[in-house]
C-alpha cells in the first residue's frame, strides 16, 4: 500500500467548464478507502465503526481479472481483515464488483448473490436525468447533474446523484465512486448514515465526514453527547391527521426533518418554539423517522402514519 502524502480539502467549483476535461479511471494497483458507519438506535445511543476497503493483489474469477478488496474494521484491533470480492473497470467506464459472499462483513449491504458479478457505478456519457441500470430489483439511482472537483491540482468530474432509500442526495467521484460508502448502491439507510472519510492512492484526499472536519477517522468528542434532549418526544404515536413534536428545549434555531422508509424526505419544518404542530395527512401510511437538528447535535424518534 503506497504511504498517503497529505490531506486535501476538496474545493468544489459548481459550473465548472468540463469540456476537454481528462476521464480518471478507478486504482488498479492499491487504494483505501476509509469510512464511517453511523448507527443511532435510539434517541441517546450512538454506535459509530470505522472502517477501511483495502484494495491490493489480484484474482482471476471466470477468466476475467479484478483488483481484490479487503474490509476491516479499523477500530478494533482483533479485527481479521477479510477478502470481500473483486472489483473491475471496462474499457466503457463500468464498475463491476464480484462479491466473494454476499452476505458481507457490513450487513446493511446486500447483494443478491455471490455467483455472478454486479455493475456498481457506471460513468459512460452520464447527463441529468438519466436513470442509471444499477440494483434495479432494489433501488433507482438517477442523475442529477454534473459538476468539476478540484483533487491535488487536477479536476475530476462530479455527479450527483439521487438514490432511492439514502438520506440526502450522494455524490460520485472518477476514479472514487460514492462520497458515502464503496458499495452504496446495494444498500439504504434508515437509523444509520454512511461517509466516506477519505480516499488514498498515491495522495489521501478527503471527502465527507460528519462534523466537516478533515480527519480520516471519526471519535465522537470525550464527554459530549451529540444526541441528548432529555425531554423530546412525539404523540400521538400512531398519528393519522396531526403530529406534534416536543423538542425539549428553548433554543429557537433547528429543523425537523420527516423520512419515509426508504430514506426520502416528505416533510421539512424550521423550529420557531419548543413545540412543533405538523399536518401529515398528506403524507402515506407507514412508518417515519423524524429527525431533530439542532448545531453540533441531532435526535432521530419514530413514529406511524395511520
Known amino acids: 500500500m503506497k504511504k498517503p502524502l497529505t490531506f486535501i480539502l476538496l474545493a468544489f467549483l459548481f459550473g465548472h467548464n468540463l ?15 476509509n469510512c ?3 448507527s443511532q438506535w435510539s434517541p441517546n445511543d450512538i454506535f459509530l465503526v470505522n472502517s477501511s476497503y483495502i484494495m491490493k493483489g489480484d484474482t482471476n474469477i471466470n477468466g476475467i481479472s479484478y483488483n481484490k478488496i479487503y474490509y476491516m474494521e479499523t477500530d478494533n484491533p482483533s ?4 477478502y470481500i470480492g473483486g472489483l ?17 462483513a457490513k450487513p446493511e449491504i446486500i447483494f443478491p448473490g455471490d455467483t455472478s458479478e454486479y455493475l456498481l457505478y457506471t460513468f459512460n456519457n452520464l447527463d441529468s436525468g438519466m436513470v442509471l441500470p444499477i440494483d434495479t430489483g432494489f433501488t433507482k439511482i438517477t442523475v442529477l447533474g454534473t459538476d468539476s472537483v478540484l483533487l491535488g491540482e487536477n479536476y475530476r468530474k462530479r455527479y450527483k446523484i439521487q438514490q432511492e432509500g439514502l438520506f440526502f442526495y450522494d455524490y460520485w467521484i472518477e476514479g472514487i465512486g460514492s462520497i458515502k460508502d464503496l458499495l452504496i448502491p446495494f444498500t439504504y439507510e434508515f437509523e444509520w448514515q454512511f461517509y466516506t472519510l477519505c480516499f488514498t492512492d498515491t495522495v489521501t484526499y478527503y471527502i465527507n465526514s460528519p462534523n466537516g472536519k478533515d480527519s480520516c477517522h471519526y471519535q465522537l468528542p470525550a464527554g459530549v453527547n451529540e444526541t441528548k434532549m432529555s425531554n423530546a418526544g412525539i404523540y400521538p404515536n400512531p398519528a393519522s391527521k396531526t403530529l406534534f413534536i416536543k423538542t425539549g428545549t428553548e433554543n429557537q434555531h433547528g429543523y425537523v426533518n420527516i423520512y419515509n422508509s426508504k ?10 418554539k419548543p413545540e412543533l404542530k405538523i399536518n401529515i395527512e398528506g403524507i402515506k401510511p407507514g412508518l417515519y423517522v423524524v429527525e431533530i437538528i439542532y448545531p453540533h447535535r441531532k435526535q432521530y424518534l419514530k413514529f406511524v402514519k395511520e
Open 88 to 104: 473491475r473497470e471496462d474499457s466503457a467506464k463500468n464498475i463491476y464488483f464480484f462479491p466473494g459472499d454476499k452476505n458481507l
Open 263 to 272: 430514506g426520502q424526505l416528505v416533510i421539512r419544518k424550521r423550529l420557531v
Open 19 to 33: 469540456t476537454g476535461q481528462s476521464y480518471v479511471p478507478f486504482p488498479t494497483d492499491s487504494a483505501v478507502w
Open 79 to 82: 479485527y481479521v481483515c477479510e
Open 36 to 38: 464511517l458507519l453511523w
